[in-house]
């Protein structure tokens, strides 16, 4: 039942529009699915204590709560990586753990984005405006209020001058990457959820872990009920799973999103090897 539970919360996420979506207890039922054996109660608990603590800190910082963006990073990594003592995990960086805000908020330990979003939970608490950032290889927010401040959560809220950004990009993108509007594109919440989702699938992948990825794929979808690409995938592993019904259904539904183009193509001469397969 409490899967049923979990798998329909995800999917009343799916159906609001961005702005309204509760980040942290979002990803709080992605990670319910995935340790079911974790005790998730706990975790919103403890989501509740530190939206507090940041509601508490933002209320007796004025320059912060006026809008001050350096003294609002201050606050919320005195707050997150402080008191609750988050940071990155860059000893164990691929353990799936990292990805599961349960589990991270059980080891204080995570990867980028699951940190960011304990992050904009509790800058959404404190009322002030935050965004993932959809940089290469490496998430990170922004603050705004007067101005705006690039943050890398991984490395305990620590502020993101030019020069860290471009040398960050080209560690991940390569000595030829150079920073420009699409690397510090803002994500909606929604994306952010995906993103966070996308590290256990391309863990569950690599490690040959098919059905594990698959599930996942259907979590993400979930929350994204539009995403096309993730139909077109979902389908895919269907398939090399043999599961001829599933993978027919989540191609058709991939075809209703992208009648037209080369993939549609492709896709439509799949599904009709796959209807044979069933005659």
């Keep these: 039942m ?3 539970e979990a798998r329909a919360a995800l999917v009343a996420v799916g159906s609001l529009p961005d702005l309204e979506i509760d980040i942290a207890a979002a990803a709080l039922q992605l990670a319910r699915l995935d340790a079911p054996e974790l005790d998730w109660r706990a975790g919103a608990e403890h989501l509740t204590a530190l939206a507090r603590e ?16 350096a003294r609002r990073r201050a606050v919320l990594a005195e707050v997150i990586h ?23 908020m059980d080891r204080r330990r995570g990867l980028p984005v699951a940190l960011g979003i304990l992050w904009l939970h509790a800058a959404e608490a404190a009322g002030w405006e935050a965004h993932g ?49 699409a690397t510090l594109a803002p994500m909606d919440k929604r994306a952010v959820l995906l993103r966070l989702q996308n590290n256990i699938k391309v863990r569950r992948l690599r490690d040959g872990d098919l059905p594990g990825a698959v599930a996942c ?29 599933a993978a027919i259904a989540a191609l058709e539904r991939f075809l209703e999103l992208v009648p037209q183009g080369l993939q549609a193509t492709r896709v439509r001469g799949l599904l009709e090897e796959l209807r044979q397969r069933l005659n």
Aim: aromatic letters at 6%; proline letters at 3%; charged letters at 25%.
């Design 133 to 181: 950032v959809d940089f290469p290889g490496h998430f990170l927010i922004a603050l705004a209020g007067r101005g705006k401040v690039v943050v890398d959560v991984f490395a305990g809220g620590q502020a993101m001058e030019a020069r860290e950004l471009r040398a960050t990009l080209k560690r991940f993108a390569g000595e030829q990457a150079e920073l420009g509007p």
């Design 54 to 69: 940041a509601v508490q800190a933002a209320a007796a910082d004025r320059d912060a709560d006026a809008g001050d963006v």
């Design 217 to 245: 794929t259907e979590d993400m979808l979930r929350i994204a009920p539009d995403a096309a690409p993730l139909w077109r995938e979902a389908g895919l592993m269907h398939q090399r799973l043999d599961r001829i019904g």
């Design 82 to 104: 402080g008191r609750f003592g988050y940071g990155g995990d860059g000893d164990t960086y691929d353990d799936l753990a990292n990805a599961n805000l349960l589990r991270v």
């Design 2 to 4: 409490s899967l049923a």
